[in-house]
C-alpha cells in the first residue's frame, strides 16, 4: 500500500488533527503538510533534508493509513529492515 507522509508546517495542536488510530480526520487539508517521504514500491525521501529531522518528529499520513509510521525515527527503521 503506498502513502506518502509529511511534516505539519502550521502550530496546530496534534491532537486535533488525529482520531483514535492517529490517523488524520478527513476534513484536515493537505496543504498545512510538507511531503517527506514516499513509503511504496520505491520507497524514498521526498526531500533531501529528510533524515535529518529530529527522530520524534512527528509524520503523517496525507492519502492513507499510518501503517506503523508515526515518526521520522520509524521512517528511518523502515528503510534500514528493507534493505
Not at 18 to 23: A, L, S, T, Y
Not at 26 to 52: A, C, D, H, M
Amino acid at each position: 500500500m503506498s502513502t506518502t507522509f509529511g511534516i505539519l508546517t502550521e502550530q496546530i495542536d496534534h491532537n486535533k488533527l488525529v482520531d483514535e488510530d492517529g490517523d488524520l480526520h478527513f476534513y484536515i487539508s493537505k496543504t498545512i503538510f510538507e511531503p517527506i517521504f514516499f513509503r511504496g514500491n520505491s520507497s524514498r525521501w521526498l526531500v533531501s533534508y529528510g533524515e535529518q529531522f529530529k527522530d520524534d518528529t512527528i509524520v503523517y499520513a496525507l492519502d492513507n493509513t499510518q501503517q506503523g509510521i508515526h515518526t521520522i525515527k520509524d521512517i528511518k527503521q523502515f528503510l534500514k529492515n528493507k534493505i
